[in-house]
């Protein structure tokens, strides 16, 4: 049996490299995945960094639905790639699935562009000072099913793009330098680098030559991004989809449950494993037995019932390996921790709404004849996350290093934790500027003035916008490599849409605290934290310190889950014990000790 499951493995690796020839893969595939991610970027920011303003100037939405609106649309989003990932991992590969998934963005993206460019599509401009005419339900459901092809193709994109650039690296093959948290700085610089054009470039067409333009422009970037990664099929490592993960987990979890009242064994060796049957998801080494969670290793235990002949593959309803009973226990111990993310993206999400309705009341001119447009303050954010990850990149991981012994300098642990508190910091400034503005509101009379200037500079909104950009880029990053490199290799596709489902149940938050706090601090006198059309007479930094100590019970909540999480342990190739995340300096060795 054994010899039959290095042959499998011989096969799957000659599939996956493309042997005989040259291997595929690394570095040279990066230009194809990266010009693919910078169009994709291009097209969804440029698509939605100024969306809010289209809702409202555009379509006459209120301000809490334009918002609510968005938050839902960003939630739905980050919750489809539990589709994608399943589609990706089951059957149809990460490839094609990101492939599919835009041509269906692209179908979204040009129906709103055109209804950008028809008149009849939208409701007619407001005139003077008299009540504007909201959109009809036609014209909003040619919005929401746009909206809706949007989600979904952002449900094959989000969680298979990041796995798939990062499958492009075999980190236990010595002739390859480049490890995966570079991979993760890289695509995340890109991703940022295509922000700061869109919300500069393309928020300043949308503002001041038309919609249509200015949604056109990201139509086309998002076909230049699908032609950019087709382009490169014939050098990509395509790993080979190894079956529904859901079925495994599922699977594992009723075999416990039949064996729930047996008598667990006294040493764990005797579980039960099947090298053959692990082969085609444990390529790069299996799952160990850990001690927690013994509950679950019932369904690795061998029965008179099992009727188990030699050479055998069970029935794993009945029975299953340690390997996947360990998978398993792996997504499950992720749970806590990719949760504790949920607060900092609801936060994050205030940037597009109410931050951006903030910037929109202040003085943003650099000269006479040009302003900044409200849509690109987050330029602030995105230039703050470039820089922090150059110096995270350049300096400080080689820093940390000399002190950690780690190649990325720290993990990715301490990492999200210096994330969070940055973020509690960027919502508790939030909420003193607001203080600010609204004072010089007062001063000059424009408490019932809401479309009128308020003369306070831009400039101190900046402040609460970098420092969002600094944590996403300790957080954001870091919460990206915890999924990868502590999900099962055979469901990395569905370990980036955990992510991303964080990042959804993050927005649907802000929609139910946006919702709950303008219900239930509204008065009889018309007063409300968050009024739909004069934020000078809201309470906004109340809204913003609320988040604050949310975030701050978060940050316990998340220093405790650290403190007790435990690293997937992995035998390379039958070899020694790896705990992640110092996978990266051990796994060449081991592969060294195996062919030795």
Not at 293 to 318: H, Q
Request: charged share 15%; hydrophobic share 45%.
């Amino acid at each position: 049996m054994e010899e039959k499951s290095k042959n499998k493995i011989n096969n799957e690796e000659e599939q996956l490299h493309g042997r005989p020839g040259r291997p595929k893969g690394g570095l040279i595939t990066m230009p194809f995945i990266f010009a693919n991610e910078i169009c994709e970027k291009l097209a969804v920011i440029g698509f939605h960094a100024n969306m809010i303003s289209y809702l409202t100037t555009q379509l006459h939405l209120p301000l809490t639905k334009a918002a609510n609106t968005l938050t839902n649309f960003s939630g739905t989003s980050s919750l489809t790639p539990l589709l994608g990932a399943f589609v990706a991992d089951s059957f149809a590969g990460r490839f094609w699935t990101i492939t599919i998934a835009s041509i269906i963005y692209q179908i979204g993206m040009t129906l709103l562009t055109i209804s950008a460019i028809i008149p009849t599509l939208r409701p007619p401009p407001c005139k003077g000072e008299e009540v504007c005419v909201v959109a009809d339900t036609a014209q909003l459901s040619i919005l929401y099913i746009a909206l809706l092809l949007g989600a979904l193709g952002s449900g094959g994109i989000r969680p298979c793009v990041v796995a798939f650039g990062a499958d492009q690296f075999d980190e236990s093959d010595p002739k390859q330098t480049t490890k995966t948290w570079n991979y993760f700085n890289w695509y995340y610089f890109c991703m940022g680098a295509a922000h700061l054009v869109a919300v500069t470039v393309l928020v300043y067409i949308q503002d001041n030559v038309g919609w249509g333009l200015g949604l056109g422009i990201p139509t086309v970037a998002m076909f230049l991004s699908v032609i950019a990664f087709v382009g490169g099929f014939r050098l990509y490592r395509h790993l080979i989809p190894s079956g529904s993960p859901f079925t495994r987990l599922i699977q594992v979890a009723v075999s416990a449950f039949r064996k729930r009242k047996l008598r667990m064994v006294s040493d764990p060796t005797l579980l039960y494993t099947n090298d053959e049957i692990d082969a085609s998801i444990s390529l790069g080494g299996k799952l160990t037995h850990t001690k927690h969670m013994s509950f679950l290793d019932k369904a690795a235990i061998v029965t008179e019932e099992d009727n188990l002949k030699p050479g055998e593959i069970p029935n794993l309803w009945k029975l299953n390996t340690v390997h996947r009973v360990e998978e398993l226990k792996s997504v499950i111990r992720m749970g806590p921790i990719g949760a504790s993310g949920i607060l900092l993206i609801t936060a994050y999400a205030q940037q597009g709404t109410f931050s951006l309705q903030q910037a929109k009341t202040t003085n943003r001119h650099l000269t006479k004849s040009f302003q900044i447009p409200a849509g690109s303050m987050s330029v602030f954010t995105t230039v703050a996350m470039l820089s922090t990850i150059v110096f995270y990149d350049r300096f400080l991981v080689k820093i940390a290093r000399k002190f950690t012994g780690l190649e990325r300098g720290i993990t990715f642990l301490h990492r999200m934790g210096v994330g969070f508190v940055i973020s509690i910091i960027a919502t508790l400034v939030a909420g003193f500027v607001e203080i600010k503005r609204k004072h010089v509101a007062i001063e000059h009379g424009l408490l019932n003035k809401p479309h009128t200037m308020v003369p306070i500079s831009f400039l101190w909104l900046i402040p609460q916008y970098s420092l969002h950009g600094v944590a996403e880029a300790f957080m954001s990053i870091g919460h990206m490599e915890f999924f990868y490199d502590q999900a099962p290799e055979s469901m990395r596709s569905t370990a980036m849409a955990l992510f991303w489902m964080a990042i959804s149940i993050g927005n649907y938050v802000s929609t139910l605290l946006v919702t709950l706090v303008h219900k239930f601090s509204g008065k009889p006198d018309g007063s409300n934290w968050l009024p739909d059309n004069n934020l000078n007479r809201g309470k906004l930094e109340y809204f913003y310190w609320l988040i604050t100590l949310l975030q701050v019970v978060n940050l316990v909540y998340y220093l405790w889950c650290a403190k007790i999480y435990t690293y997937k342990p992995v035998q390379v190739h039958h070899s020694i014990e790896v705990n992640s995340p110092v996978r990266d300096e051990l796994q060449v060795s081991n592969r060294n000790l195996v062919d030795a």
